[in-house]
């Protein structure tokens, strides 16, 4: 079946720095790459959807300064938490789906952030 | 704006009970309902994926049910394992051209065994 890898799983970083958080679709092309946020114990929140070659479109309320996103191949989105405050702090997951609305969506493991 | 709701938010079980997970969303122009498994600190395992022409799925003990025009899904567990206990979340793709998905609150559930 289809594979989604998110990486890294866990990171921890302190106030200022930028982290970068990758996700691959690993047997199948992505033309499309979602990002959503989880704060404890509520649901997904989507935050941009990474489109390949072109530029993300970003939800109401997401700063497109603050979380960059590049989807340069049809095999992987990057999202850069830049000057990460501890607000940030929260569980990042990517989603992908072959083109088309019929495909189903597949899941990363997610990526804890924990800013200091 | 879609909105999705599940109820109950958790349910607790004994083993081998059988059980029904709700889920309503408000704008019933959608391409498709997926649910979703979430186990602590992880990402989602997709469970089913109903088209918007079909009623149900099935996958071995799970069997999902989907009435457009009421704006309802069920998600089934037959015979329920404490390997099940997780959160369970249902997704709605909106149809309008842009694949956007729009995630449920989610159900926490516990199989005791």
């Known amino acids: 079946g289809a594979v989604v890898s998110q990486h890294p799983s866990w990171v921890i970083c302190k106030s200022g720095t930028s982290v970068k958080i990758e996700c691959r679709s690993l047997d199948f092309q992505a033309t499309t790459m979602f990002w959503y946020r989880q704060f404890p114990k509520q649901s997904l929140m989507l935050m941009a959807t990474s489109n390949e070659g072109s530029k993300a479109t970003y939800e109401q309320g997401v700063e497109k300064d603050k979380f960059l996103i590049n989807h340069a191949s049809l095999t992987l989105s990057t999202l850069t938490v830049t000057s990460a405050h501890p607000e940030d702090s929260s569980f990042y997951i990517c989603?992908?789906?072959?083109?088309?609305?019929?495909?189903?969506?597949?899941f990363g493991n997610g990526t804890r952030l924990t800013v200091t | 704006k879609q909105e999705v709701t599940q109820i109950p938010a958790a349910l607790s079980v004994p083993e081998g009970e059988n059980l029904v997970l709700n889920c309503s969303f408000t704008d019933s122009a959608i391409y498709n309902l997926q649910w979703f498994r979430q186990d602590p600190g992880k990402g989602l395992t997709s469970l089913l994926l109903?088209?918007?022409?079909?009623r149900e799925q099935t996958s071995g003990r799970l069997n999902a049910s989907l009435d457009k025009s009421s704006g309802r899904s069920t998600l089934y567990i037959a015979a329920s394992q404490p390997g099940d206990s997780a959160t369970y979340l249902c997704a709605v793709l909106n149809s309008g051209g842009y694949q956007k998905v729009t995630f449920g609150t989610g159900t926490k559930l516990q199989v005791i065994p």
């Open positions: 109903i088209q918007s022409s079909q």
């Open positions: 989603s992908a789906s072959r083109s088309g609305v019929n495909s189903p969506l597949h």
